[in-house]
Structures are given as structure tokens and as C-alpha cells.
């Protein structure tokens, strides 16, 4: 009887190392995939148990999204609040359990969920303990009066759709980036399936997301590729408003003739007759395209926290015509950007020819305050040489000067600059890059009101007002 | 014994700290431990040649299983605090395992009862079905006597284990020695195997009737093994398996409950919130754990519908991870093996039967619900023993368990005397 009773303890041991066996199975073979399964909701219930970081402002004050806690029974779950609303809500974005996540929120997930590898001995600790791991802290560049001065003047244009970003030319830091219309993060849980199908596309971030013509702005690319290739800005064109190509023929916005003007006067007055002869006679399609790739078309800026849309040229330089060059070259061609772009583009003149790299997060801290990463300012790409720098800063310093752009003008202040008028099927694009101050320049700024008419009429006092309101601050 | 408790009070420890809970559990943890510690004292005194660690076994698994169910249960949202509760129902398996000690040292007076027992066995089976009965989830398996609530199939089963035991080593021979033949496969004459036949299938068929499904299948397998064990005859076991495999298919066929069952254990993402539910958070909440686990109190088990109870082992594995887990189980095994030993260290047939069909039982009953939790079986709803909650279940596997220490102490003390008696010459 022994041997039997002996016997089925081996089948009860087997049955026992068989269950060790379906529990390694689950715990370790089918553990990726079942926590990434669609009916799993454990992963979202643990991540509103846990604090998110902090998003913060450029002064280090503002708070632009935080976590507050609620408690239910035993359990304390985290709503994520952002205090500050609609202005930043492109840049910071919205998380939700339902409905995804977006902006700096997913940008820098990792480490506003505290996800990311631990960073101090604190974070390993608790990682291995597997206890909670509050978020660590984003702190980002953005000047939240600039941002807010830069949202309303969007919000209460004659459209009310557009997009501002502001930089530091001296070192890559954004220090506005608005977007209009714009949508409350505080209710997304309520309002994404109204948002998502609202024909003004709130969710979408105009300055990144979006690509427009550039109008006249992207003449400061034909003039940057005209001077390196040898062009004088006192250069005399004879403009009788058109340039004749073989099957198309450019003519003057509004059809003005100009006569004899200097290669500045013709940038000043935006000529496009005179670039689309400058763009096919003195620098050809790989030049165009050469320089704009410079500038960081078609680019999508990887290392950047939000995702960024690249700016384009429509085809290769190779195929293209005599026409789309001629119309590339004055900014009315297949070309498209955004504000982003652009104000890249603006500071990268400004800063003599040196495009720093493009940042929006300055600091990641842990909850208690230890830095943890802060990215130094690096130059990204140099498109221009100093000098050729100087003088397109100089022809378009003449834009504000002689073009009768008196809105942009800053008592004391050298203001540079150049308007847009991108031509569409309904009221133009306006849009307006600028610098200041001009010798020193501090702010770079790029405008775009869709449709909202010419270059100065929308764009140009919206980007005026987020400057003073910089200079001013600095005490200028 | 100390290292039982100690790990419980740990476990206690950590779940203090981690939910900041102010706390009531140090007083039940000391009170848990006094009860647990004095009962292993008198065991020791009243038996000193029992087996030295089923108590301890008993004590750790009691213990984890508090420590869950505190965790799973005390100030929870929509959950009762059943930690108190359970420690009660621990403290009354104590006072049975200590009555069980106490007077019935000479548990071969049992047998004498044995047909009176399977008559008992079978009346508190079919007691469900009187007045007092009432259904829970679908199955009739509750009996309300004034305020106490009990399930009598966990008692049931231990009064059958008893008699066949009894039956068996009686009747063992002339089971074994048979000549008739019917296809090829021995047939014990209907005189003698007739009572068993009859007990086990009143006892299957009313459970079969009260949807227990768990209980059935344990309430099946477990005589089989003993008549395996007591005629070593495999035919009996093939036999065996042939009914089951008839029995089920019938079952399956006649029950949609038992359908549900089986397909929502094939396949359960069929239906992921209604059938597929249960077990498919269950498998959730293991994955969760990993290798080492959430840590007590972190894990998310609150969403296993009855994790206190049937799921509770899914709990244990999501929040201390494989290596808990399996832990868990090497104590179980632990158990059965003392179990098993003690069978084959009892001095006659009788007592081995019951040890053995007694450790059978406890092993089965582990394996059929971590195996139904785990999705490696169809899930069938039976309690884990000692960790899960439900006092019917802590009181009947207490009483398991003093019939396995008296069973260890006879054993025990005829090695003594052996010894002293070799020593002597």
C-alpha cells in the first residue's frame, strides 16, 4: 500500500511543479503582452495612483500642470490640473486615462511618471521596492507673460487662428509658443470627442503641427542664398512688375512697378518679380534648397520635446521648373512652414548665422529638488556666415526703417524684420518674422494670423506686442 | 513555528507601513499569534510524538492568508472588513483542532461510526436542500442555522474521507482478490463495493444538483485515490477516468453553467466583461506581479471579483510576485509531504487510508483552484486551504488537520517504543 500512496505523491508533486510552471508563464513569458493588453487596466489604475511631475514655467513659479489628490476609500488617485489654462495648452498638452496624452505631457512622460531610470538612490530604492515613484519635475523655457501676451493677441485677431513662437536667438530657448484656437486641458476627459471633430482643430499645435505658405517671409532665404552667392545688397534691378519665364509669367503683388531699386529696396518692398529673376538667374534650385535646408527645412527637429511637422520645398529642387523656382523664390510656390520654422529661421540671422538648438525644456528635477538633466545651448547648424548675416540683418533692419512699418518700430530700439502676405484661395496668410534689438538681438519672433490678411495687418502688432513685453521686462 | 509567525507579523508590518493604516492589526496579529502559539503548546504537550511541522505549516499559511485578507478587505471601498472575522473562524478551528486532540486521541473509535458517519456525511450534503439552504452565486451550498453560516460539504467530505478509510481497509481484501472479469477489467463483487459505489454517488450526484462543481470533482477523486491506494489496482483508476470523462461530458451537456465554465477557460477574451471577467483579471493580476511582485498593498487584486476567497491566490502571486508564489506553494507541498509521510508511517491500514485520503483531499483542493486560477484547469470555485476566506473551510481544514496530528502521534509514538524496545535488548 506504501508504493501506491508513495506514487501518487509523485503525481501530486508533479501537478504542483506544473502550476510553478503556468505561474512562470504568466509572471515572466506573458507578462509584456498582457500588460499591454487593451483590456488590461491595471497599468492606467496604478498611473493615477501615482503623482505626476510638475510642469513649470521659465521663472521657475508658474505652475502649468500638477497633480492633486483625491481620496477615494483607502486609495488616493491624482487628477491632473493646469492652472493655468488654454494659453499653454499647446505646448504642455492634456493627460488622460481615456483619451491619451499630448504636448510636454507625453513628450516627457518618462519622466513626469516617474518611469524613467532612476536618477537618484531615493528613485532606485523605491524602484526596486516597487513602492510609488512620485514624477520628477519639468521645467520649461517658456516666459509665461510672453505666452500669455502671445495667446490673447492670436486669440482676439481677425481670426482668431494662428500661431506665435518667440526665441532666444542667443541660446535655442523657446520662450513663447501659442496657439489659437486653443481648448481647456482641465475638461478633455469631457470635451476631446467635440474637440476632435471641431473643424478649427484646437487640439492641433499651429506653430509645430501645421504648414502654411510662407509668403514673403522666405524671401530672407533667397536673400541669404543671393548674398553667398555673391550678390551686393546695393545691387540696381530695373523692375517693370513681371518677369517673363517660358510658360509662366511672375507678376507684382497688386501689380505695382517699381523701376530702378537696390536688391534691399526690392527685399524692403517685397518685390517678387525681382526674387523670382534674383532665385533664377543668380541662385538656381540646389541653392534655394541648399539654404533652406540650411535653415532646417524639411527637419523634424528630433531631439525636440513636441513633435514638429517638417517644413518643405514641395518636390526636389531637380524637378523642378523654371516657375516653381520663380515662385519658391518669393514664397508663393509649393513651399510650406510654420511659425516654428520661421522664427528658427529669424534667429538664426539674428544670431549671426548660427541657429542654435531648438529647446523647451530647461531643467528636469527630481520631486526633492536634486537637478537631474539641463540641457546647454549648442549650435545646431551654422547656414550662414557671420558676415552675410550682418547684412541681410541690416536689409531687413531697412524693412521696419523704410517700408512705412511704423507699428514696428521700438522707440530706442533697432527693430529687423520682414512681412508676409501668402496668397491662398481665401484671404491671405499674414505672417511676420522679426528681431530685436538689432545689434544686440535678445528675441527673435515669427507671427502667422491664417487668413488674416496682409503681413502687417494681423501678424506684425501681435509679434510687436510679445517683444515690448520682453524688452520691457528685461529692463530696456 | 517561530518563523511562521514571524513572517506574519511582517507581512503585518509591511501592510501598516504601506497603507499608513492606524492600527487595529497589531492587536489582532498578537492575538492571532497567542492563539496559534498556545495551540502549538498544547499539541506538543498532549502529543509529543506528533509531527513537529504541520502546525507551523498551518500557522504560516493561516497567517499569509490573514495578511491578505486584511489587505484585500480592511478599509477597502465596498468591501467588509473580513480580517476579524476570519481570526475568529481561526480561533475556532483552533478550539475544534484542540477538542479533535483532546478526545479523540484514539480516533479508531471513528471508525466504528463509519456508516453512521457517511449517513451524516450525505444528510449534510442534502441538508442544502431543506428549507435552511440557500443559494450564493448560482449554488446551492450554504445552510443558515440561526446566525451561523456554513457550507457542510467542507464537513461532509472529512466524515466521508473517514469512511471510506474505515470501509476500504475493512473490505480491502476481498476487493483486491476478486476473479471476475467484465471486458478485461476485474469487477469486484457488487456486495462489497456496493457501499461505496452508493455513498460516493449520493454524495456526487447532490453536489452534482447543488452546482458544486469544486467539491464534486474533489468529492470524486479523492475516494478514487483511496481505493487506488488500498487495492493498487490502476483498472480502478482507468475506470475511474473513463466515468469521469463520461460524467463530465454529460455534465457539460446538461448544465450551462459547466458550459459557461469551460468556455470562458478556453477562451476567455470572447467575452472580456461578462463571462471571461473573472479570469482574465486574475491573469492580469498575476502578470502584474512578476518576478518579485508589486510589493504587499500595491498591487490592484481589488478588481478579481471573490479575490478574498477563491482568488485570493492570484492576489498572493500578483503582489509577491513569482517567487512568493511559489513559496506559497513549497509550504503546500511541505504539507503534503508531512501528510504522505505520516501515512506511511501509520501503523495500520485503516489510519494510513485516512492520512492518505485525508493529505489527498488537501492536496487536490490546493491544485484544483490555483490550477483554476491560473487558467492551466477550468476554474472550478473551491476555497484555498487556510489562506483563503471562509470559515467553514479554516474550520473543516483545522479539523484535517488534528486528524492528521493524532494519526502522526500513534505513528510516532510506536517509532519511540520501537526504538527504546531495540535500545533495550
Known amino acids: 500500500m506504501n508504493a501506491h500512496v508513495r506514487r501518487t505523491f509523485y503525481v501530486f508533486v508533479a501537478g504542483f511543479v506544473t502550476l510553478v510552471g503556468m505561474l512562470a508563464y504568466w509572471q515572466v513569458y506573458a507578462r509584456e503582452s498582457l500588460a499591454n493588453n487593451p483590456q488590461n487596466g491595471l497599468q492606467t489604475q496604478r498611473s493615477i495612483q501615482t503623482p505626476r511631475g510638475l510642469i513649470l514655467a521659465g521663472d521657475d513659479e508658474t505652475v502649468l500642470a500638477k497633480s492633486v489628490g483625491r481620496k477615494t476609500g483607502s486609495d488616493t488617485v491624482y487628477d491632473r490640473v493646469y492652472p493655468q489654462g488654454e494659453a499653454f495648452s499647446n505646448v504642455v498638452g492634456y493627460w488622460s486615462t481615456k483619451y491619451g496624452a499630448a504636448g510636454i505631457e507625453i513628450g516627457q512622460n518618462s519622466d513626469l511618471s516617474g518611469t524613467a531610470e532612476p536618477a537618484t538612490l531615493d528613485g532606485l530604492i523605491n524602484q526596486m521596492s516597487g513602492g510609488p515613484q512620485p514624477g520628477n519635475n519639468v521645467v520649461l523655457t517658456l516666459d509665461p507673460e510672453l505666452q500669455r501676451v502671445a495667446y490673447e493677441g492670436l486669440a482676439s485677431s481677425v481670426t482668431g487662428r494662428g500661431a506665435v513662437v518667440a526665441v532666444d536667438p542667443n541660446n535655442g530657448e523657446i520662450l513663447a509658443m501659442a496657439s489659437s484656437p486653443s481648448y481647456d486641458p482641465n475638461t478633455v476627459d469631457e470635451t476631446f470627442p467635440e474637440l476632435s471633430s471641431d473643424p478649427d482643430a484646437p487640439l492641433i499645435d499651429r506653430a509645430t503641427q501645421s504648414l502654411y505658405p510662407p509668403g514673403s517671409t522666405f524671401k530672407v532665404v533667397t536673400t541669404a542664398a543671393a548674398l553667398e552667392a555673391g550678390l551686393s545688397p546695393s545691387q540696381i534691378f530695373n523692375d517693370d512688375g513681371t518677369y517673363e519665364l517660358p510658360g509662366y509669367t511672375v507678376v507684382n503683388y497688386k501689380g505695382k512697378k517699381y523701376g530702378r531699386v537696390t536688391f534691399t529696396q526690392a527685399l524692403v518692398f517685397s518685390i517678387n518679380a525681382i526674387f523670382a529673376k534674383i532665385g533664377v538667374e543668380e541662385v538656381g534650385a540646389q541653392g534655394l534648397a541648399r539654404m533652406a535646408y540650411d535653415f532646417g527645412f524639411g527637419d523634424s527637429y528630433e531631439g525636440f520635446s513636441l513633435p514638429v511637422t517638417p517644413s518643405n520645398l514641395g518636390p526636389p529642387p531637380s524637378e523642378w521648373t523654371p516657375g516653381t523656382l520663380a515662385q519658391n523664390s518669393f514664397g508663393q510656390g509649393p513651399a510650406s512652414s510654420n511659425a516654428f520654422e520661421m522664427a528658427l529661421v529669424t534667429a538664426a540671422i539674428a544670431n549671426d548665422g548660427e541657429m542654435m538648438e531648438p529647446r523647451i525644456v530647461r531643467e528636469i528635477r527630481s520631486p526633492d529638488g536634486i537637478i537631474l538633466d539641463r540641457p546647454s ?4 547648424h551654422e547656414p550662414l556666415d557671420a558676415s552675410t548675416a550682418r547684412e541681410l540683418n541690416g536689409m531687413m533692419q531697412r524693412v521696419v526703417t523704410e517700408g512705412g512699418l511704423t507699428t514696428a518700430e521700438i522707440p530706442g530700439i533697432k527693430v529687423a524684420g520682414k512681412t508676409g502676405t501668402a496668397e491662398t484661395a481665401e484671404a491671405p496668410h499674414s505672417w511676420w518674422i522679426t528681431f530685436a534689438p538689432a545689434d544686440d538681438p535678445q528675441i527673435a519672433v515669427c507671427a502667422m494670423v491664417e487668413n488674416g490678411g496682409e503681413g502687417d495687418d494681423a501678424a506684425l502688432p501681435i509679434a510687436d506686442q510679445v517683444m515690448e513685453a520682453y524688452l520691457k521686462g528685461r529692463g530696456r | 513555528m517561530i518563523i511562521a509567525l514571524l513572517i506574519t507579523s511582517l507581512g503585518f ?25 498556545v495551540l502549538y503548546l498544547g499539541v506538543r504537550l498532549l502529543l509529543p510524538h506528533s509531527d513537529v511541522l504541520l502546525l507551523p505549516i498551518v500557522t504560516l499559511l493561516t497567517g499569509i492568508g490573514l495578511v491578505m485578507i486584511f489587505r484585500l478587505t480592511y478599509d477597502v471601498e465596498d468591501a467588509e472588513n473580513l480580517a476579524t472575522t476570519q481570526a475568529i473562524w481561526i480561533l475556532v478551528g483552533s478550539g475544534a483542532m484542540f477538542f479533535i486532540v483532546v478526545f479523540f486521541r484514539n480516533y479508531h473509535r471513528l471508525f466504528d461510526y463509519k456508516y453512521l458517519l457517511a449517513l451524516g456525511a450525505v444528510a449534510l450534503i442534502a441538508s442544502t436542500f431543506t428549507p435552511f439552504g440557500y443559494e450564493v452565486n448560482g449554488a446551492r451550498l450554504w445552510v443558515a442555522l440561526g446566525p451561523v453560516n456554513f457550507q457542510p460539504s ?30 478485461g477489467i476485474q469487477i469486484p463483487a457488487l456486495k462489497y463495493f456496493g457501499p461505496v459505489a452508493l455513498v460516493w454517488a449520493a454524495s456526487l450526484g447532490l453536489l452534482v444538483f447543488e452546482k458544486d462543481l469544486g467539491s464534486s470533482l474533489l468529492f470524486f477523486a479523492v475516494p478514487l485515490l483511496m481505493l487506488y491506494a488500498a487495492t493498487g489496482r490502476i483498472a480502478y483508476v482507468l475506470l475511474g477516468t473513463v466515468l469521469f470523462s463520461a460524467g463530465s461530458l454529460v455534465t457539460y451537456l446538461l448544465f450551462g453553467h459547466v458550459q459557461l465554465r469551460v468556455q470562458s477557460w478556453l477562451d476567455p477574451w470572447e467575452d472580456p466583461d461578462g463571462a471571461g471577467f473573472q479570469i482574465l483579471q486574475s491573469i492580469f493580476n498575476i502578470a502584474d506581479g512578476g518576478l518579485t511582485g508589486t510589493g504587499l498593498g500595491a498591487g490592484f487584486s481589488q478588481t478579481i471579483p471573490e479575490v478574498e476567497t477563491d482568488f485570493i491566490f492570484s492576489a498572493i502571486a500578483s503582489e509577491l510576485g513569482l517567487l512568493g508564489a511559489t513559496a506559497v506553494l513549497l509550504a503546500f507541498l511541505a504539507f503534503v509531504y508531512r501528510g504522505v509521510k505520516i501515512s506511511l508511517l501509520a501503523e495500520d491500514e485503516s489510519s494510513k487510508l485516512l492520512a492518505f485520503g485525508l493529505t489527498a483531499m488537501f492536496a487536490l483542493q490546493t491544485l484544483i ?57
Open chain 1, 377 to 380: 545651448p549648442s549650435v545646431r
Open chain 2, 13 to 37: 508590518a509591511t501592510l501598516i507601513f504601506a497603507q499608513e493604516v492606524t492600527s487595529p492589526p497589531l492587536v489582532y496579529g498578537a492575538y492571532y499569534a497567542g492563539t496559534l502559539f
Open chain 2, 369 to 425: 483552484i490555483v490550477g483554476g486560477v491560473t487558467k492551466a484547469i477550468p476554474l472550478t470555485g473551491i476555497t484555498l486551504p487556510f489562506v483563503s476566506y471562509g470559515g467553514s473551510s479554516v474550520v473543516g481544514n483545522f479539523i484535517l488537520t488534528a486528524l492528521l496530528l493524532v494519526i502522526s502521534e500513534r505513528a510516532g509514538r510506536r517509532e519511540v517504543e520501537e526504538t527504546l524496545y531495540e535500545g533495550g535488548a
Open chain 2, 154 to 183: 467542507e464537513f461532509a467530505r472529512i466524515a466521508l474521507v473517514i469512511f471510506f478509510a474505515g470501509y476500504l481497509a475493512e473490505k480491502r481484501d476481498v476487493l483486491t482478490a476478486t476473479s471476475r472479469t467484465f471486458l
